[in-house]
């Protein structure tokens, strides 16, 4: 977006659906509005010009005559194995899987076309599907796209991060003192940085952002037990808690208190908007 891109957001309401029904259709109008307004809150508070989003449902585009059209005629060039494959590590797996989630994977290299897009962005977790959009788009006359991706980040527990655990993950609209709680269980052994939440975090988010910002990482520490600690990269902090002089309860709170504070203004904005009738309808 800094870049000066035009960014258009896919919130995907009829892959949620194929995905095993991960969402019920009665749910998916409630959970698009919910989706839309998190996702420009979070981008807002990290100062990002939200006049450059474009959001998009599949429902816009997915179920007309060209789409459906072009999904049969990827239907007749791909097997089984090809979207299962592709599908791996972002669909729900079975084995005996339904229909739906073969066709996931179809639909997402599609998008690509009729979004117009000239590049699609995602996380690592999404390679499998870029591959696949690669090879069989030109089968059926469109070009190949740029794919970006993203690290993902572990769950707070040291595994993968998971919607349906609860304790593995911060949700956006947590209460300050919901993810303190949550950041002092977090998996976080002294001197290891592999499978950190925290440390993975504060690269991949923290830093970059305190930069934009021109801050510096600081952690405050009450004196008794040796006062402000401040990092001006993130080499610094991980260099001292591999190094065992930033301790593990330390590095916590740091981290919690830039979490609440990126959160601080989206849970402001959800109150004042009152998207409770958003959350019954669309996860009740």
């Known amino acids: 977006m800094n870049a000066g891109c035009k960014i258009t957001i896919l919130v995907a309401d009829i892959h949620a659906f194929l995905d095993s029904m991960k969402s019920t259709w009665e749910q998916l109008e409630a959970r698009t509005q919910y989706y839309t307004f998190i996702i420009t809150e979070m981008l807002k508070s990290v100062g990002a010009d939200v006049t450059r989003l474009h959001f998009v449902t599949g429902r816009d585009y997915q179920i007309k005559e060209d789409f459906c059209l072009d999904l049969y005629k990827l239907s007749a060039l791909t097997s089984t194995r090809d979207t299962t494959r592709a599908g791996a590590e972002v669909v729900k797996q079975s084995d005996n899987p339904k229909m739906s989630s073969l066709l996931y994977p179809l639909l997402q290299a599609l998008d690509e076309e009729y979004l117009h897009v000239d590049a699609q962005f995602g996380g690592v977790d999404q390679r499998k599907i870029f591959v696949l959009a690669r090879e069989f788009l030109p089968k059926i006359g469109y070009q190949k796209r740029i794919h970006l991706m993203n690290p993902m980040i572990g769950g707070l527990t040291g595994d993968k991060m998971s919607s349906s655990e609860e304790n593995s993950k911060i949700d956006i609209l947590d209460e300050e003192k919901q993810v303190q709680k949550k950041i002092n269980k977090a998996h976080c052994v002294e001197g290891e ?58 590095l916590k709170m740091g981290v919690a208190a830039y979490i609440n504070r990126l959160l601080e203004p989206i849970r402001q904005a959800a109150a004042q908007k009152d998207i409770s009738g958003l959350l019954e309808n669309g996860y009740s």
């Open 193 to 250: 940085v592999d499978g950190n939440f925290l440390i993975d975090f504060s690269k991949i988010v923290l830093f970059p952002w305190l930069g934009d910002l021109g801050e510096t990482f600081i952690i405050d520490r009450p004196e008794k037990f040796g006062g402000q600690i401040t990092y001006a990269t993130f080499e610094e902090l991980k260099s001292a808690f591999e190094g065992k002089k930033l301790h593990p309860l330390d």
